[in-house]
């Protein structure tokens, strides 16, 4: 499958997402910046998250709309005021757009309700991502999928039954592009919590591409998760988590983002198929393995030994495992110091 002119699937290097979220910080030069930054570090494309505070929860300051979790990363927040703070102006979408463009960039958003789709295929994004929170509104899941472009769902929090439910409401409205994301949703998440072998079970229940939205820190666990199949990468992306940001301590800086990108690429390299004996690459250095030399000026009718006849590099000679089958034979005919031993050289060959 392809998002824009970005091929997706085993076949072709994982697909980088930095996710910006609210690391903007309620300014647009420092949304610009982000840009800027993840095209520098290579990053295949930007995402953005479309609502309004208002479309995403109520305005209610107490209660379940309050969090004093005391291991939350934003205790003593409304939920309407932090989404208040970290949503993406509406306005700021065109110019955010064209940047990355610009910088050769795909660009697409995580749509929370209707109205955001609505106003995203206005901007004629190139895909669309499924929350991992919203995972379970089947409507909003309908109505993406109608719109025909390729659809990325996070499996955060979701039952099998919820992942299967997801999945056949998307194809059945239309879906035909389809990544699942292994996810798990704590913030920052643990790599003991993140089960990247999950990835291969879901490609093979569900048939689609599947890759990680990773909230670890550093790049180890997406590293992984690519040697298990995963074709694509989102990872939430800062210029400097020291800046803060409702979401800067579990995202990546610039020199993270460039060594996810390098990192994730070779480990795509390296899974290549399964293979043994010597490569092409490696038949140059088979000369290099040990074999079997004579060691010592030898007359006709020399007996082999263990002083006269060794076990060396370079590997021109007859292999190790007939050392013992030699000692003791008789040479038919005088044999230099550093030649390697061959049968010819025996009474009673093989």
């Not at 979790?69 to 102006?89: F, I, M, N, V």
């Not at 990468?233 to 460039?258: C, M, N, Q, W």
Request: aromatic share 8%.
């Amino acid at each position: 499958m392809k998002v824009a002119h970005q091929r997706i699937g085993p076949d072709a290097p994982p697909f980088i997402i930095a996710e910006m979220s609210g690391n903007h910080n309620e300014s647009l030069d420092r949304a610009l910046e982000i840009v800027d930054a993840a095209a520098k570090a290579g990053a295949h494309a930007l995402k953005l998250q479309t609502y309004t505070a208002d479309t995403i929860t109520l305005d209610i300051d107490e209660g379940e709309f309050f969090i004093d979790d005391e291991q939350s990363l934003w205790k003593g927040c409304s939920l309407h005021d932090l989404y208040e703070r970290a949503s993406t102006p509406w306005e700021w979408h065109v110019p955010i757009m064209e940047r990355a463009r610009e910088l050769g960039m795909i660009c697409f958003s995580t749509p929370f309700d209707e109205t955001a789709v609505d106003f995203l295929e206005e901007l004629d994004v190139p895909a669309y991502k499924i929350a991992s929170f919203e995972n379970v509104h089947l409507p909003l899941i309908r109505k993406v999928a109608a719109t025909g472009k390729p659809m990325i769902i996070s499996t955060g929090m979701a039952t099998l039954a919820e992942i299967d439910e997801a999945v056949r409401t998307a194809r059945e409205a239309g879906c035909r592009d389809l990544v699942l994301l292994k996810c798990t949703s704590t913030y920052p998440a643990t790599p003991e919590n993140s089960n990247v072998v999950t990835i291969p079970h879901m490609r093979e229940l569900f048939g689609c591409e599947v890759g990680l939205s990773d909230h670890t820190m550093g790049i180890g666990a997406a590293v992984a998760a690519v040697a298990h199949g995963a074709t694509v990468i989102e990872k939430h992306f800062t210029t400097r988590r020291a800046d803060g940001g409702v979401d800067s301590t579990f995202s990546l800086e610039p020199e993270e983002l460039h060594a996810l990108v390098v990192e994730t690429e070779r480990a795509w390299q390296s899974l290549g198929n399964v293979a043994y004996g010597p490569s092409d690459a490696e038949k140059k250095s088979l000369i290099f393995r040990r074999s079997l030399y004579i060691a010592q000026d030898l007359k006709a009718g020399d007996v082999l030994t263990r002083e006269n006849l060794r076990c060396v590099r370079p590997g021109l000679g007859l292999a190790p495992k007939y050392y013992e089958v030699l000692l003791g034979k008789r040479v038919i005919r005088d044999v230099v110091r550093g030649t390697p031993m061959s049968w010819d050289f025996v009474v009673g060959k093989r």
